[in-house]
């Protein structure tokens, strides 16, 4: 049997989201926990507009989640350490009948970080899986979805500080990498980025997740945060990333066109540099969810992603609350695409 990871473009039968669970890293009080399932509630609901929505709720938080949750969410009951869903559920595929599978990557709480709980967050993968009722695809790669992008076509883009991290996979070189992913996701060419944003880096970060820098919206066609102040250490990180992307093809050998997505006017918060990115959106049917900074660049990043995808609707959200804590609108959500016909 083989399996394809479709580009996120596909059609999509639903999105999986995880609501926030007491005594979780994101919220030392009520206000804070309040806070961010607010945010967490505000994409969910603008994801409805759109396509179905499944919740993976922690049993203690049921009823709690009722109370910023719409009924036409579906909430599915599993325990939670954390709520980011891109990374702790799994990765949807097609076999070669156009079946829906599903990899159940490991998940180590991001190269075992001193900050983090993963026991339970590691099980959330094989709970949607079953929940899904599709087939799984167990890989002994330490791997989340926010490290990967796909066209469908057989590219991905890693980063070398991610896959090769030796506190998520010691040992690894790029080639075993590159081998569990095309066996796992169908890919037969890979793009490493050397590394990812500055605030992603640091001891919070995932050490440099992909879909905060760079994404694919069409074959051929790369969509990639563009730092354009000076003052920001990310000018100098964007800039790298982007001469190196030059340099490439995809897997069918053609080179890029580049679209740069230039980073928010606003280059500091209470903690430090930023790493705000209008990258870390989600496709869905017939639009597109994207982080909202209030800031002045907002409308012109809504402009060139309206443009990146035609005919779907650009619908911002507010993504402060959620990259305070540590990523975007794409690390909070995990497309399930569609069967294809046979």
């Known amino acids: 049997m083989t399996w394809r990871m479709p580009s996120e473009t596909a059609p999509h039968d639903r999105i999986w989201m995880a609501f926030p669970p007491r005594d979780s890293a994101l919220g030392d009080s009520e ?29 203690a938080d049921v009823r709690s989640a009722r109370r910023y949750l719409s009924s036409e969410i579906e909430v599915v009951e599993a325990e939670l350490d954390d709520a980011w869903m891109r990374d702790i559920g799994p990765t949807f595929v097609h076999d070669d009948r156009g079946a829906l599978a599903a990899v159940d990557w490991v998940f180590n709480g991001w190269g075992q970080q001193g900050w983090a709980r993963w026991g339970r967050d590691s099980l959330v993968a094989g709970a949607v899986i079953r929940h899904a009722g599709v087939a799984a695809i167990d890989s002994p790669l330490v791997n989340e979805g926010g490290g990967i992008h796909v066209d469908g076509l057989g590219t991905v883009l890693l980063t070398e500080t991610v896959q090769l991290d030796p506190l998520r996979n010691p040992g690894a070189t790029r080639q075993s990498v590159e081998d569990e992913l095309a066996r796992t996701l169908g890919t037969t060419h890979a793009i490493w980025l050397p590394r990812g944003l500055t605030r992603d880096s640091e001891r919070l970060g995932t050490r440099g997740h992909v879909d905060i820098v760079a994404t694919i919206p069409e074959p051929g066609v790369l969509l990639v945060h563009s730092q354009r102040d000076a003052a920001h250490p990310d000018f100098a990180v964007t800039r790298e990333i982007i001469a190196g992307l030059r340099e490439t093809t995809d897997a069918r050998g053609e080179p890029w066109r580049i679209v740069e997505l230039p980073a928010p006017e606003v280059l500091r918060d209470r903690e430090g540099w930023v790493d705000y990115s209008y990258v870390n959106h989600l496709v869905v049917n017939g639009g597109v969810i994207a982080c909202g900074f209030g800031d002045p660049a907002d409308d012109r990043a809504r402009g060139l992603l309206a443009d990146a995808y035609p005919g779907r609707e650009v619908r911002p959200v507010e993504a402060r609350p959620i990259f305070a804590r540590g990523g975007g609108i794409h690390c909070i959500t995990q497309q399930q695409p569609s069967p294809q016909p046979a």
């Open 31 to 59: 206000a804070e926990l309040d806070e961010a399932r607010i945010a967490w509630a505000a994409v969910a609901h603008a994801v409805l507009d759109f396509e179905p929505l499944s919740m993976v709720v922690a049993p």
